[in-house]
């Protein structure tokens, strides 16, 4: 009889497809999901091996063994193992690909600590029922930075074999990026709002006078309960910056960190990338201008789209219990 683990026991087979499973890569998530354990058990179960003889972190060497062919995977996730002798990553590799298990490129999203998950699934479940009359009274803010040429995302491009160097099928590049435009926006459930220029390094002074004459005049526009919604970033939560706030008697909306996946803004500044993309800019302010004739040009079924999706958004956060989204 095998080892338990997490109430549930696993064969010799299956623990030397663990290994080699983990010498190819896979993650504790990934294999406790295919054997049907816990990851403290897998992790548990490896630290083990380790203390015997280093197997986790040593890599086989020679012809990899072979072992008798079988159906890849069954339903439950586990190998159909009858051979004594271990898998081979090779082997390991075919039969992942044969279940759908590919390689892939893993999306970037921010590392979220346990405490700022809780703090996230609070703020959804307490803004889950909230209607679109609810969130048409949050103007929405961020700040964001504009390359003067070129993008920051990866590119894909389709070409003939031999042509890698045609300058149809190249991306042109400039030293250094060409230098970029930092901006600061805010929209709410009225349409767009203002998009202001960022001159310089942005600190708490420099966010305050946008406050001022940016901001301010914008959401006093929006009528009685208007709520202002910024992320925590230092300069915003700094108490020279919420002194200002509590002098001008702005409502602020508690945020929960590291939550980008819950701004709509973000999304607001995909699309503006996306309008700009075929533009070229000789200096930042021909690279302003080109933003802020676009960002007037978005019309109002984007901002409707963004605003919808929040009880989507918020539903996201708490079935992933406070990890990223795929927002």
């Not at 039969?95 to 405490?115: D, F, Q, T």
């Not at 699934?121 to 103007?139: M, P, S």
């Not at 533009?279 to 080109?290: G, I, L, M, S, Y």
Request: aromatic share 8%.
């Amino acid at each position: 009889m095998g080892r338990t683990f997490g109430n549930k026991n696993l064969t010799d087979n299956d623990k030397r497809a663990i290994v080699v499973g983990r010498q190819n890569g896979l993650t504790m998530m990934t294999l406790a999901g295919m054997f049907g354990v816990t990851e403290a058990g897998i992790s548990q179960f490896l630290k083990r091996q380790k203390a015997q003889d280093g197997s986790t972190n040593s890599q086989r060497t020679g012809r990899p063994q072979p072992i008798q062919d079988s159906p890849p995977l069954r339903s439950d996730g586990k190998f159909f193992l009858n051979s004594p002798s271990p898998p081979s990553v090779s082997t390991v590799k075919r039969r992942l690909n044969a279940a759908g298990i590919m390689g892939r490129r893993p999306v970037k999203k921010p590392l979220i600590s346990e405490k700022n998950r809780a703090a996230r699934v609070k703020w959804a479940k307490e803004h889950l029922n909230w209607t679109r009359q609810d969130w048409n009274k949050i103007l929405w803010s961020d700040e964001s930075k504009f390359l003067l040429f070129g993008s920051d995302g990866i590119q894909w491009v389709r070409r003939p074999i031999g042509s890698r160097y045609h300058p149809k099928y190249q991306l042109p590049t400039v030293k250094h990026g060409g230098g970029s435009c930092m901006v600061w926006g805010a929209f709410s459930g009225s349409g767009i709002g203002p998009l202001h220029r960022v001159n310089g390094i942005m600190d708490k002074h420099v966010y305050k006078d946008i406050l001022q004459n940016q901001m301010l005049p914008h959401l006093r526009a929006m009528g009685r309960g208007s709520v202002y919604q910024q992320d925590n970033d230092p300069k915003h939560t700094s108490l020279f910056v919420k002194d200002w706030f509590k002098s001008r008697r702005v409502n602020v909306m508690g945020w929960p960190s590291q939550s980008p996946d819950l701004n709509p803004i973000e999304h607001l500044w995909e699309e503006l990338e996306r309008r700009c993309a075929n533009k070229r800019a000789k200096n930042c302010n021909e690279k302003f201008a080109q933003l802020l004739s676009e960002w007037n040009q978005i019309p109002m079924s984007t901002i409707d789209t963004l605003l919808n999706s929040m009880q989507r958004r918020c539903q996201a956060v708490i079935d992933a219990r406070g990890f990223a989204t795929k927002y």
